[in-house]
T-cell receptor
Framework: DTAVSQTPKYLVTQMGNDKSIKCEQN?????MYWYKQDSKKFLKIMFS???????INETVPNRFSPKSPDKAHLNLHINSLELGDSAVYFC?????????FGPGTRLTVL | KNQVEQSPQSLIILEGKNCTLQ??????????LRWYKQDTGRGPVSLTI?????NTKSNGRYTATLDADTKQSSLHITASQLSDSASYIC????????????FGAGTRLAVHP
């Protein structure tokens, strides 16, 4: 009965590879987000979707492409992974102003 | 520039003691302020949300205060427990064409027996 789930929990990959992280929420919320938390623990918003429509797109390299097949899912695809992409990526969903976060995906690029 | 600054960066206290964490922000316009608790290896969990008109809000042993005039907030933890060891993140919501969240760097709290 997990509210916001992410897969995988850990992802280790080589530089230059393409990878995807999946997020699903069963809360019935219209809005979903992707955040990046770097080694200094700052959480920064990357994208937000409302009812499958992109509403926030912060300054993020275009190697990152979110995809929302339906309002319960928001996936993140990353092309040509770089060392600096290593971080923990959190998915969240909300009825504003509340936000419910997933457990995070720790991405390590070697 | 919209910013959220938290202090201290880290804090160690003994079990049973109280502590207060600080948050200063320059976000404008202001919509609401939240405190999150983030356990190691987990996503943040909301503790309190306060709007402009609210001065204080409690959630069990956690009490948050907000002074919208001075743009300061605090989170007071009473009778700390070992399970309070976590990062506490202050998040301020503003409006910049859309509802935007600005996160502080967090205060890392360690409660020792």
């Amino acid at each position: 009965d997990t509210a916001v789930s992410q897969t995988p929990k850990y992802l280790v990959t080589q530089m230059g590879n393409d990878k995807s992280i999946k997020c699903e929420q069963n809360l019935g919320h219209d809005t979903m987000y992707w955040y990046k938390q770097d080694s200094k623990k700052f959480l920064k918003i990357m994208f937000s979707y409302n009812n499958k429509e992109l509403i926030i797109n912060e300054t993020v390299p275009n190697r990152f492409s979110p995809k929302s097949p339906d309002k319960a899912h928001l996936n993140l695809h990353i092309n040509s992974l770089e060392l600096g992409d290593s971080a923990v990526y959190f998915c969240a969903s909300s009825p504003f102003p509340e936000q419910f976060f997933g457990p995070g995906t720790r991405l390590t690029v070697l | 520039k919209n910013q959220v600054e938290q202090s201290p960066q880290s804090l160690i206290i003994l079990e049973g003691k109280n502590c207060t964490l600080q948050c200063n922000y320059t976000v404008s316009p202001f919509s609401n302020l939240r405190w999150y608790k983030q356990d190691t290896g987990r996503g943040p969990v909301s503790l309190t949300i306060m709007t402009f008109s609210e001065n204080t809000k409690s959630n069990g042993r956690y009490t948050a205060t907000l002074d919208a005039d001075t743009k300061q907030s605090s989170l007071h933890i009473t009778a700390s427990q070992l399970s309070d060891s976590a990062s506490y993140i202050c998040v301020v919501s503003g409006f910049d064409g859309y509802n935007k969240l600005i996160f502080g760097a967090g205060t890392r709290l360690a409660v020792h027996p």
